[in-house]
């Protein structure tokens, strides 16, 4: 069994990827963790160093998730993609054809009150139909089971 789990390092891909471990251990699946770095939007000098940084740091989150699953008692494998997230995880499923994949849901915490949660809900429901979201664009494209892991 292959589990692919999107992965950024990311307080909230962590929870998933622990998550993950939970209910698959007794599968005993190999798991993919796959990281994506947004290429920048032009080609100034400055982005180039802004996407080196954010490349780096996703590497090391990588690896950091690997050595936790590794400890945990799994053979894991990774992947470093460039471009859209929502095309290289596609693009990942379609070559790899992982039996699952697992995506943690965004999110932005309202601090509780009503003005916040309704501020909050327009937001999301703003970005969702101007740019769509990884986890709606995946769910609508994908080929393999997709489990979206809600954010505590």
Same mark, same amino acid.
């Given at each position: 069994?292959?589990?692919?789990?999107?992965?950024?390092? @990311?307080?909230?891909?962590?929870?998933? $990827?622990?998550?993950?471990?939970?209910?698959? +251990?007794?599968? !005993?699946?190999? $798991?993919?963790?796959?990281?994506?770095?947004? /290429?920048?939007?032009?080609?100034?000098?400055?982005?180039?160093?802004? *996407?080196?940084?954010?490349? =780096?740091?996703?590497? !090391?989150?990588?690896? =950091? #998730?690997?050595? *936790? !699953?590794? +400890?945990?008692?799994?053979?894991? %494998?990774?992947?470093?993609?460039?471009? %859209?997230? +929502?095309?290289?995880?596609?693009?990942?499923?379609?070559?790899?054809?992982? /039996? &699952? $994949?697992?995506?943690? +849901?965004? @999110? /932005?915490?309202?601090?509780?009150?009503?003005? !916040?949660?309704?501020?909050?809900?327009?937001?999301?429901?703003? %970005?969702?139909?101007?740019? #769509?979201? &990884?986890?709606?664009?995946?769910?609508?494209?994908?080929?393999?089971?997709?489990?979206? $892991?809600?954010?505590?």
């Amino acid at each position: 069994m292959k589990v692919m789990i999107a992965y950024d390092g @990311s307080r909230n891909a962590k929870l998933a $990827l622990a998550q993950t471990v939970d209910l698959f +251990r007794c599968n !005993a699946p190999t $798991l993919v963790l796959v990281g994506v770095a947004e /290429n920048p939007r032009d080609a100034s000098d400055a982005n180039e160093d802004l *996407f080196q940084q954010e490349y =780096e740091a996703l590497k !090391a989150a990588l690896q =950091e #998730g690997v050595d *936790f !699953a590794t +400890r945990e008692g799994f053979d894991v %494998d990774w992947i470093l993609a460039e471009g %859209d997230p +929502r095309k290289m995880l596609l693009r990942a499923t379609q070559k790899h054809q992982p /039996n &699952v $994949l697992v995506i943690a +849901r965004h @999110s /932005n915490k309202p601090d509780g009150g009503i003005i !916040a949660q309704s501020l909050s809900y327009f937001v999301d429901e703003l %970005d969702y139909m101007t740019f #769509g979201s &990884v986890s709606s664009f995946l769910a609508r494209r994908v080929e393999c089971p997709l489990l979206i $892991l809600p954010s505590p």
